[in-house]
């Protein structure tokens, strides 16, 4: 059989629910402290794949509603050697249970449901469903595979059938050889993200920054008070969580087997991280719900978490009772007519931190603007860590006026926190914003660049061009208009080079005329280009030579035609921050005498 291989994706695009048009997900609460309860261990014996044979009577364990585990039965259809991975093989049975009468088969969700062999020893763990849709026919991944760590690279998502084992698939199925040979895929884990509408992450797919996963599909919270550590048993549910707060990506599936306090679980990868951190919960399912495209799928809340994931690994997850895994913090305050909210969330696993800081922003600011984002607002974010084993705090502030203006105002934070979090060397431990909002959609547009010249201000353009002498200063201002009022802002003296060439470039921009993305591969090259960045309510002029200066094509091309030649070099100037934001560029010349 061909494996086909696919890129490792993240967490939150595992569920793919959206792009199966899914009608609900995972629901995720955050409420209560950690339970304490000891879960129930069985410690159950693996059964030999090699002892299975076809027609062998199998049973099992699942959650449909609540945290009650519910029994299956079913029949083994046979075993694919080396059908997951070589080495790691896939029986395939065909299991049974009055809720399929409804679902018409095996759910999204039930990746880990433990199977046992007529003696009690157990097989395995559901893991993969007929890749066309509901049906009965499950893929197992064999309990005595499940704690050998494989590092062979990326698991396979789905698994071609042929030959008799597409014959007998498809007779037992009630379905065509041609479906049949699709094979098996991965049950998806229901997944979703808590505290934003359906609406923002749409808007998030569509224009949000690209690290951000397309398939994150909304879910709600809920009160979780009817799970805790003790449901957490062969056949209940069990949950996976990259954070955890006002934020929280989180999947359920299905504990497998439970023993000396550690739980196995799922049976395929969460979002194969290896040796990992997230956090372990128990859930409480409230439905399964039928799909007549794709795979049902189950819903659940999400109770807080009762342990450490360790492994995310080929076979499941593997997770211990007890301590809850730290994380970095990432904390948004926000005001705004009065109001005022601060709400935070814990990111279990790094790879997550620009996720959250994006989302957190954009919730925090919606439940406290309760309304359309459109208006103006100060932000101050704060990243704080440690490079190398040395503390180091990042912070900037900006102002912004924009129509969607949480969007735009979350977009930015979350490229820096992204930027950072992946400098070798660097663990971030907290995010913080804090946010002031008003309904202000007032705006300053650069309406000219004035010179000094013998004493009065004179207005420069295109036909009147700047006027400077090499190795002399040039004093320049900024003439600001618009709908926020007029003002002029000093920019400071200008020293030219004595060997400056005869024809220089002036560029003015206001900057709200565009975002300059941040870079480095250092805390502290990211810190010089946080310095350097142009905030919305400043006013830049450079002048200097064409290659140094951001300038347009036609008139590069008219200075480099002459022929000129001089120092290279650009002298930039900004203004104080203004109390509204600044559109509006302006491309000048200056006319140097030497």
Not at 68 to 83: N, Q
Request: some cysteine; aromatic content about 6%; charged content about 20%.
């Amino acid at each position: 059989m061909t494996v086909h291989h696919h890129r490792r994706r993240r967490l939150a695009s595992l569920a793919g629910l959206a792009s199966l048009g899914l009608a609900a997900q995972a629901v995720v609460a955050v409420a209560g402290a950690p339970a304490q309860a000891a879960a129930a261990e069985d410690c159950t014996a693996a059964f030999p794949v090699a002892e299975l044979a076809a027609g062998d009577a199998v049973t099992g364990l699942t959650v449909t509603r609540g945290t009650e585990p519910t029994g299956f039965t079913g029949e083994v259809l046979g075993v694919l050697e080396d059908g997951i991975y070589p080495g790691l093989d896939m029986i395939m049975a065909e299991l049974d249970m009055p809720e399929f009468d409804r679902t018409g088969g095996i759910w999204q969700g039930m990746s880990g449901s433990p199977v046992y062999a007529d003696d009690g020893r157990l097989i395995g763990a559901v893991a993969y469903g007929l890749s066309f849709g509901p049906s009965p026919v499950a893929g197992i991944t064999p309990f005595e595979d499940m704690d050998d760590y494989l590092d062979a690279g990326a698991p396979p998502r789905r698994i071609a059938l042929s030959g008799a084992d597409a014959r007998t698939v498809a007779r037992e199925a009630g379905i065509g050889a041609a479906q049949a040979s699709r094979g098996f895929a991965q049950l998806e884990i229901p997944l979703g993200v808590s505290g934003v509408s359906a609406r923002r992450l749409a808007q998030a797919r569509a224009e949000g920054p690209a690290f951000l996963a397309e398939n994150t599909v909304v879910a709600g919270k809920a009160s979780a008070g009817a799970a805790d550590a003790d449901t957490i048993v062969a056949g209940g549910n069990v949950a996976g969580s990259a954070a955890y707060g006002d934020i929280s990506f989180a999947g359920v599936g299905t504990a497998t087997s439970v023993c000396d306090g550690r739980v196995v679980g799922f049976g395929h990868p969460l979002a194969f991280l290896g040796s990992t951190t997230l956090g372990l919960h128990p859930a409480d399912a409230l439905y399964v719900q039928p799909e007549s495209i794709g795979a049902p799928f189950k819903v659940a809340n999400v109770a807080p978490p009762v342990g450490t994931v360790t492994d995310d690994r080929l076979t499941g997850i593997t997770g211990t009772f007890g301590a809850v895994p730290d994380g970095a913090e990432v904390t948004s305050t926000v005001e705004y007519a009065g109001r005022s909210r601060t709400g935070s969330t814990e990111v279990y696993t790094p790879l997550f931190l620009p996720d959250v800081s994006f989302f957190q922003v954009i919730a925090n600011q919606d439940r406290v603007v309760d309304g359309p984002s459109d208006g103006s607002e100060l932000m101050t974010w704060t990243i704080t860590g440690s490079e190398d084993g040395e503390p180091f705090s990042l912070t900037y502030t900006d102002r912004w006026t924009a129509r969607q203006l949480t969007f735009r105002t979350a977009y930015s934070l979350a490229e820096v926190v992204a930027r950072t979090s992946r400098i070798d060397g660097v663990t971030v431990d907290s995010v913080t914003t804090e946010a002031s909002v008003d309904d202000t959609d007032e705006r300053h547009t650069l309406t000219a660049v004035q010179q000094l010249r013998n004493g009065r201000w004179v207005t420069v353009t295109r036909k009147a061009p700047a006027q400077g002498t090499a190795g002399e200063v040039m004093n320049l201002r900024a003439v600001l208009g618009g709908s926020a009022g007029s003002t002029t802002v000093p920019l400071g003296p200008i020293t030219l080079p004595r060997d400056a060439p005869r024809r220089l470039r002036l560029v003015a921009e206001g900057g709200d005329a565009g975002f300059g993305f941040v870079r480095g591969n250092t805390v502290a090259r990211l810190r010089a280009a946080l310095a350097s960045q142009l905030r919305h309510d400043q006013v830049r002029v450079q002048v200097g030579t064409p290659d140094k200066v951001r300038s347009g094509v036609e008139e590069d091309y008219y200075l480099s035609a002459r022929g000129e030649r001089g120092a290279s070099f650009v002298r930039t100037r900004t203004t104080a921050p203004q109390a509204f934001v600044v559109r509006g560029v302006r491309s000048l010349r200056v006319l140097v005498d030497r």
